[in-house]
């Protein structure tokens, strides 16, 4: 992890982000866009969820990691989901960190921008196995570079098992064992 969090830097990101929030909220009951204040309620509900399940596998560096990679830099916005029944995974935890870091690594380097840029990472929980999956939708520089760099992951324990790439969008599905 390239930062090391102090709790009072952890309290203002929080708090930056649930003010930002709160403002979307009241600005769309103050023009009675009622639907779509409960839209996004509903969307905090489904976060907040997410972010229990993530904090409840027993891998705080990895939780640490993707609950904290959009207050940095970065040329992509990234929002997970965990699917499956929550478990243990620490021992797969230095290995997620490192693949992830590699991956948004490669697709921060071959970003254009500006433009609108986004990553899902899903995290699916089988026994004993976990699939990490990367669903990129951009443009990039070199489609190829990042075929290739997705093809050729440098963590061991994680083995590609799927990848579909089009002009705008880069899927890949790593098993981790």
Known sequence: MSKKWNTFDVLRHSRHDWLNR??????????????????????????????????????PKLAEYILTFN???????????????????????????????????????????PADHHLLLTLQLYHEEIHLVFDFQGEVSDQNKLKLAFENPEVKSAKLIELEQTEQELVSTFLIK
């Open 22 to 59: 709160l403002q979307l909220i009241k600005g769309n009951l103050a023009l009675d866009h009622v639907d779509r204040a409960k839209e996004i309620i509903e969307e905090i509900i489904i976060q907040s969820r997410q972010e229990a399940k993530l904090s409840n596998l027993n891998a």
């Open 71 to 113: 207050w940095c830099n970065h040329l992509f916005q990234l929002d997970f989901e965990v699917i499956g029944d929550e478990y243990d995974i620490c021992t797969y935890e230095a290995d997620l960190i490192e693949l992830i870091a590699q991956c948004t690594a490669v697709l921060d380097s071959q970003v254009n921008v």
